[in-house]
Nanobody, 122 residues
């Protein structure tokens, strides 16, 4: 089994910063793309940012220039540095990863973390 465990959420004032981490553990042969999604109160889950194994990134327009996604392949961990936070960034943030558990796996399986709450408020 594979687990994704997020950490780093919390309460921050507008303009502040937070850094989220997500570590993958368990039976892992390789990890393809990793990413962060979020679900604001009363809304659907939406893409925040993704990163490939090689480091190519993609961001939602609403976070470009403020958020930075990165990963440490040796630690099977993905990070999300969030700067200049706004109240609209308030949401539960979920880690996502596509993981092959064995060399026998033809294609990776998709996994989700349990979510971490980020609240931006004065």
């Amino acid at each position: 089994q594979v687990q994704l465990v997020e950490s780093g959420g919390g309460l921050v004032q507008p303009g502040g910063s937070l850094r989220l981490s997500c570590a993958a553990s368990g039976k892992i042969f390789s990890i393809n793309a990793m990413g962060w999604y979020r679900q604001p109160p009363g809304k659907q889950r939406e893409l925040v940012a993704t990163i490939t194994t090689g480091g190519s990134t993609n961001y939602a327009d609403s976070v470009k220039g403020r958020f930075t996604i990165s990963r440490d392949n040796a630690k099977n961990t993905v990070y999300l540095q969030m700067n200049s936070l706004k109240p609209d960034d308030t949401a539960v943030y979920y880690c996502n990863a596509f993981i092959r558990g064995s060399y026998r796996d033809y294609s990776p399986h998709e996994y989700w973390g349990q979510g971490t709450q980020v609240t931006v408020s004065s």
